[in-house]
């Protein structure tokens, strides 16, 4: 559908509301390159939207760069950049079909109709619903709407798409089976893509690329695998991972100790390790975990609880433990920890 795949490059980047004394968006670089998926991950208020809308054009950065194709953005309106917007309602007009929905940006483009048409039907025809053309958006399911709102944004052949919590709108069964379906979307279509998700799962599966945030600034910049392997610090490897971070005691022989009879083996660095709940077992051997609390995940039990000294994990476990209970527990074979700064 897109006709180039374009580089989209934040350089200290900053952005600061009227009237507020910190930036909401504060001194981020990264690089999405041409034809990636990134995504936008952080608790609630920590800029990832605002950076969005940054990038739309639909908020002027208070210091740093944006570029497109090498080019600088900053002063652009928005209409004049040619970007993809698919916001959280996905904005469809009820009073119009689907084909109508899709074809009423090129038409506000002025685009020839006989253009219109082709590219109205190729849109429909790479989002899967060229079925529905004639059907109103209200007759639609949320997945269906969804598959609207992003055929609409790719028929003005974008430079880039952005997508503001695509799948928030859907409940969680359909979520799960659609952002296999967008992330597929999205690698045939070659748009550089940026979106925000609240779901890290959904970053970690979809995106190409991870930008974690907190509190304005970038914390890590990385693939899904680097980030889960490798997390910049403490905050990222709980947000990302669930993880409990747990300071470590430096053994004479160089291993790291999590607590009495639990020691970690090839830990790089020291400091503090990122334990997550599926880096632990229940063994006959390890270091004494007492359970303070259970919840059943279907296919197994999550028990979180204290190691002896204090140190609060959480544990999957095929079997359910009593709360109150103690147990032992030990690294599961082949899990390598991380280790990370606080």
């Not at 969804?146 to 859907?170: F, G, H, Y």
């Not at 952002?179 to 995106?207: C, F, K, N, P």
Request: negative net charge; charged residues 20%.
């Amino acid at each position: 559908m897109t006709t180039h795949a374009t580089a989209i490059v934040c350089d200290g980047l900053s952005y600061q509301y009227v009237g507020s004394d910190v930036n909401a968006v504060d001194d981020v670089s990264f690089t999405v390159e041409p034809g990636q998926v990134a995504a936008l991950v952080g608790p609630s208020g920590c800029g990832k939207s605002t950076l969005l809308r940054n990038v739309a054009g639909l908020l002027t950065p208070t210091a740093g760069r944006l570029l497109m194709d090498g080019k600088e953005t900053v002063g652009i309106p928005a209409d004049k950049r040619n970007i993809g917007w698919v916001p959280q309602s996905y904005a469809l007009f009820g009073h119009l079909s689907v084909a109508e929905n899709v074809e009423f940006g090129l038409r506000a483009r002025k685009v020839p109709k006989s253009e219109r048409l082709e590219r109205v039907a190729h849109a429909l025809d790479l989002c899967r619903i060229t079925a529905f053309g004639k059907r109103s958006p209200d007759d639609l399911s949320g997945g269906q709407r969804q598959r609207v709102a992003i055929a609409r944004a790719l028929a003005t052949n974008p430079r880039v798409l952005l997508l503001d919590e695509p799948l928030s709108a859907l409940d969680p069964q359909l979520r799960k089976q659609l952002r296999a379906d967008l992330s597929a979307l999205l690698a045939e279509s070659g748009v550089t893509t940026l979106l925000v998700t609240h779901d890290q799962g959904e970053a970690l599966a979809m995106a190409d690329m991870v930008a974690v945030m907190r509190d304005g600034r970038l914390e890590q910049y990385a693939a899904p695998q680097e980030l889960w392997a490798g997390p910049a610090n403490g905050f990222v490897a709980e947000f990302v991972s669930e993880a409990h971070i747990v300071e470590t005691t430096r053994l004479d022989d160089g291993r790291y100790e999590l607590a009495p009879g639990l020691v970690l083996s090839g830990a790089n660095g020291g400091g503090a390790a990122a334990v997550r709940p599926n880096d632990l077992q229940i063994s006959e051997e390890g270091a004494v975990f007492t359970v303070t609390s259970v919840e059943y995940a279907g296919d197994a039990w999550l028990l979180t609880g204290e190691l002896v000294g204090g140190a609060k994990v959480s544990v999957v476990s095929a079997s359910a433990v009593t709360p109150g209970d103690s147990v032992n527990v030990a690294v599961r074979p082949q899990t390598k920890i991380a280790m990370v700064e606080q």
